[in-house]
């Protein structure tokens, strides 16, 4: 079975450009996660999708970031203007559980960005 | 809000040593608690889980029991490998929210 796939591995931008980052969550599963992670930290949630709806959008820093779930399968996440606070690792996970089960979530191997 | 507490690390260890990472949550209701462990240069992965209170989950010789009474999910193992140097996170998942992670600690086992 074919796992979370991201893209790009790495990207280094300029601080006020802008980015975007794809995801190709695990056939079947319903619901994406994307997630950031600061060096030294522990994943933060930044939005959560149910098929194509919006779960919990609740830490997304909405002046500068978006996402979008088309048809309920790929999902991409966008940063536009960049800051150099933004360096991190972003993680795309799926799990395939809806509603109230607490599955579990399979990440990808995430996106390196460097803003400088 | 729900959140989960993990000991600080690094954590420098010989082979074969006992390994403890201590990880406490707060919640409501009955979560669902795991680890997850992140390898140098991969993705994060899942090493165990436990769904309710007393449950324990295992993998690759790693344990977790699921302490209601304390709160805490804390990680063993009896003998560490080099190959176990990663860095580990305790999370949560209630009522079907995302996971919720601790902030990592970091494991390096020296043969």
């Known amino acids: ?14 601080k006020r450009q802008s980015v975007a980052f794809w995801c ?50 790929d999902s991409t996440l966008k940063i536009q203007p960049a800051k150099l606070e933004d360096s991190a690792v972003y993680l795309c996970a799926s799990s395939i559980g809806t509603g109230g089960m607490n599955t579990e979530a399979f990440f990808g191997q995430g996106t390196r960005l460097t803003v400088v | 809000g729900d959140s989960v507490t993990q000991m600080e690390g690094p954590v420098t260890l010989s082979e074969e040593a006992f390994l403890t990472i201590n990880c406490t949550y707060t919640a409501t209701g009955y979560p669902s608690l795991f680890w997850y462990v992140q390898y140098p ?33 804390h990680l063993e193992k009896g003998s560490v490998q080099v190959s176990d140097s990663a860095v580990y996170f305790c999370a949560l998942r209630n009522r079907g929210t995302a996971l919720i992670f601790g902030k990592g600690t970091t494991l390096s086992v020296s043969s």
């Open chain 2, 41 to 73: 240069g991969e993705g994060l992965q899942l090493l165990l889980k436990a769904t309710k209170a007393d449950d324990k989950g295992s993998n690759k010789g790693f344990e977790a029991t699921y302490r209601k009474e304390t709160t805490s999910f």
């Open chain 1, 1 to 14: 079975e074919a796992g979370v796939a991201q893209s790009p591995r790495y990207k280094i931008i300029e």
């Open chain 1, 24 to 73: 190709n969550p695990i056939s079947g599963h319903a619901t994406l996660y994307w997630y950031q992670q600061i060096l030294g930290q522990g994943p933060k949630l930044l939005i959560q999708f149910q098929n194509n709806g919006v779960v919990d959008d609740s830490q997304l820093p909405k002046d500068r970031f978006s996402a979008e779930r088309l048809k309920g399968v």
